[in-house]
């Protein structure tokens, strides 16, 4: 079978004039494109790297592919961005891995997937949304201390952008624990990340992940603790975290958890895969405060770079080598469109 690889690139050079240096944060390295190439050319198939944007499509009028793999993240800071792929695949019937436009676009809005997990009965934490104003703002930040009691918030709470994947805008200083430092965080990420900002309840407890993969019916691959090596009640997985993940935090998975909370945590996290309509994988995290699973977000092109992603290591840990797993998820694919 003749598979493109639909992927973006994390460029060299400096970044956009302005941009917070983790502007390409989602974007891919290229060990990643590499070993996934790898993987599919090992299980017998023509492999070729289509990119995004222009490139992706013109390579597909050019030559369509029989089938395309797709961990494209997309650029700038549309909040569709990352349905941008299957929708060209879509429009021009070629198959392709992953959830579709919807389940992307909704997915990557924070504050929509959180509402759609609501209502489906999965715990959120409680929290508000807060637009930018048309310029930077540069007022006295006087009128955001009461915006918290308004929405019936207390501190700590945590902000973040709406509609980042990777954690990116996640900082450390997006824990807010005090009044004074409310508006000049939330205006940092208006200004740095021209979006709207999500702010939330602070849930202090654990914060696992759950790698899912397949369909009809989909399966928990694993659970996976996000261990801080140094114990705290204000542990963040922020980006520095990611970053050096290796000097402050040890993963667990199995998580080390009683069973009655596995089980809630893995029943929340098939509800919302399911009332997403997300297809072949997708990990989501939560925190578990008093022994219940509060719903953060979801990630349906969650990241496979061979050695650093979550998805991965979770997968590494549960005996699942990087191969194994991304052969899971091109089959799990190609048994939808009932291929062979």
Known sequence: MKIGIAFDLKPDGPLPPGAPDDWHEEFDAPVTIRAIGDVLRGLGH????????????????????????????????????????????????????????????????????????????????????????????????AEFPPLLAEAGLTLPVIAKPVFEGSSKGVRNRCLIEKPEDFGPTVAFLWNNYHQTVLVEEFIAGDEVTVGIVGNDPPRVLGVMRIVPKTATDRFVYSLEVKRDYQNHVEYECPARLPADILREVEAAALTVYDALGCRDVARLDFRIRDGLPYFIETNPLPGLNPETSDLVILARLMNVSHAELVGMIFAAAAERYGIK
């Open 46 to 141: 023509d492999v070729r790297e289509l990119g995004n944007g222009r490139p992706l499509l013109e390579a597909l009028l050019r030559d369509p592919p029989d089938f395309v793999f797709n961990f494209a993240e997309g650029t700038g800071t549309s909040r569709s961005r990352e349905a941008r792929v299957p929708a060209v695949c879509e429009m021009l019937g070629i198959p392709y891995t992953g959830s579709d436009p919807l389940a992307l676009a909704v997915a990557l809005e924070k504050d929509l997937t959180r509402r759609l997990a609501l209502d489906a009965g999965v715990m959120v934490p409680a929290g508000l949304t807060l637009s930018p104003p048309r310029a930077a703002y540069d007022g006295d930040f």
